[in-house]
């Protein structure tokens, strides 16, 4: 068993990578308050974790092609240890944005495309495909017992201790680095494209910032006093993102014309498989990241529940996804990996809709684990065959290229996931509990005026205790204070439910996005051929 120790070692790596946003969403309310801060800014730090490492994942893939996927993947352990320390001390909200979502995120964006590239020197054929298939697994299960390791840690002892641990382990990862094989640079070696990178970058920021900022401007209708032509600058901003990622296009284009060398050879986007893969991965993770987050929000705040029992109940999913992964990566055996990424979001798609039901005043539990555990499957279907589709999909020489599109996919879809999502839940919040206090008969023209102009400055997704203590301090009319209440706690329910809706739609879009994912079985293919 020895040339699995390489195995162990990689999936080690990939599971201290995936734990942290899983950990952070169970930890939400317990962040707030020990830095006295709001949902929102929570929101935008898990955000902004992702969003990081979408932006720099394709230069991480480059680096790792001028330096050797080795040397890329242990200086991007250095950095991820050092953020994971940082983030474990941090005495203020800006240190923990630096230390996790900054440090850790470009820690992540040099390690992870030379994490999939290391797989491939080391296993081939049908090792390759268990071996994705495996760290698919491992993925998954990572943002599975991720709510329970961190509940658990977070209610007994400070989630501080998660990011503590994780310093050890890639501290322990790097001590047997001399297990892992790999192969020299390419010679020429490649010059990193600066421009590129840049306009990359600008491009994916300003999308997830135009998702991100869409709860509080508004996506159509302005919510604020900021507008343009007015209209609220989301679509704005998002447009803008796209411009620029078109302008990437063609500097790409450009710059292979010219014999130089392109931070992604734009001929890599014509194999149609590629692109059926990346999509898919990009819509699964806004649909998972999107649904992981709303559920901490549902539980935590709703239904006011700790870290610990908010692990315990999302449970179904972490025992669903492990199995699905392991069994998916056998289901390769006999079936198409077209038909079980279809599979996989078929369930999905029914796990979603199930769970959109479930949110509700009281948790209904059966239900609510049933919808979770076929999530789980679902995700896990998904996982065991998406990291072998791509890199099967590319010659050996565009491996680097193709993990680095990997995860650029994968974390732009976590950060549009806890973006565009969470932005859904706070809009629809703010415009649902506007509309409730409208029709409430209860309250007086003037208690309705001095509260909607209370919303246009924002809306925090709170406890339905918390907003009852706020409007016994307005010296407000019992019957008004309680109406107040009611219609707050029905718009929190109400905005959940759209954010789960949203994902259960992206969740059947994703199906049509599959057509061009491969109908033979990958692990049967000619080692190193291409199969789009």
């Known amino acids: ?193 600066w421009t590129g990178a840049l306009l990359s970058a600008a491009g994916l920021g300003l999308i997830v910032i135009g998702a991100l900022m869409g709860g509080s401007w508004g996506f159509i209708q302005p919510r604020t006093s900021a507008s343009i032509l007015g209209f609220a600058p989301t679509l704005f901003v998002i447009a803008s993102g796209v411009g620029a990622l078109g302008i990437f296009t063609g500097w790409l284009r450009r710059q292979k014309a010219a014999g130089k060398d392109p931070l992604i050879d734009p001929e890599i986007m014509h194999n149609r498989t590629l692109r059926a893969g990346l999509s898919t991965l990009l819509l699964q993770q806004t649909v998972l990241m999107g649904i992981f987050f709303v559920i901490p929000l549902y539980l935590q705040v709703v239904l006011g529940k700790n870290a610990f029992d908010t692990g315990v109940k999302l449970l179904p999913v972490s025992i669903a996804l492990v199995i699905a992964s392991v069994g998916g990566s056998r289901l390769g055996e006999v079936l198409s990996p077209r038909a079980i990424v279809r599979a996989g979001l078929g369930v999905l798609l029914v796990g979603s809709i199930l769970l959109l039901g479930t949110i509700k ?42 993990g680095g599109l990997q995860y650029t996919a994968q974390n732009l879809g976590s950060s549009l996931g806890t973006a565009l999502i969470g932005a859904i839940v706070i809009g629809a919040l703010a415009t649902g509990f506007l509309n409730q ?40 009319p019992p019957d008004e204070q309680e109406a107040i209440v009611d219609g707050y706690a029905a718009s929190q329910l109400s905005a959940l439910k759209l954010g789960l809706l949203f994902a259960s739609i992206l969740a059947f879009a994703a199906l049509f996005f599959t057509a061009s994912l491969p109908t033979e079985k990958v692990a049967t293919e000619p080692e190193r051929e291409p199969i789009g």
């Open 437 to 476: 206090l409208n029709a409430s008969p209860q309250l007086s023209e003037s208690t309705k005026d001095r509260a909607g102009i209370r919303l246009e400055s924002g809306i925090s997704f709170v406890s339905v205790d918390e907003v009852r203590q706020g409007v016994s301090e307005a010296n407000l």
């Open 361 to 402: 005043p009281e948790l209904e539990g059966i239900p609510f684990a049933v919808a979770l555990a076929l999530i789980g499957i679902g995700i896990g279907l998904l996982a065991s065959q998406i990291g072998n589709i791509l890199q099967s999909s590319v010659r050996e020489s565009e491996r680097g290229e193709a």
């Open 1 to 193: 068993m020895k040339k699995w120790r390489v195995l162990v070692v990689l999936a080690a790596a990939q599971f201290v990578l995936v734990i942290d946003t899983s950990v952070m969403n169970v930890s939400i309310s317990q962040l707030v308050h020990d830095f006295e801060t709001d949902v929102s800014t929570i929101q935008s730090i898990i955000a902004l974790f992702s969003l990081v490492m979408a932006t720099c994942m394709i230069v991480g893939g480059k680096i790792g092609d001028i330096a050797g996927r080795k040397k890329a993947f242990v200086i991007g352990l250095v950095i991820y240890g050092i953020g994971s320390l940082t983030t474990s001390l941090s005495p203020s909200i800006a240190v923990l944005t630096i230390g996790w979502s900054i440090l850790e995120g470009i820690g992540a964006a040099l390690v992870m495309p030379a994490l999939v590239a290391l797989i491939a020197i080391n296993y081939s054929k049908k090792d390759r495909a268990l071996a994705y298939g495996v760290i698919g697994g491992i993925s998954g299960a990572a943002v599975a017992v991720g709510p329970i390791v961190g509940g658990w840690v977070t209610t007994n002892l400070t989630w501080r201790v998660v990011f503590a641990a994780e310093t050890v382990i890639v501290v322990g990862i790097l001590a047997v680095m001399g297990w892992i094989t790999t192969q020299p640079p390419a010679e020429p070696r490649p010059q990193l494209d």
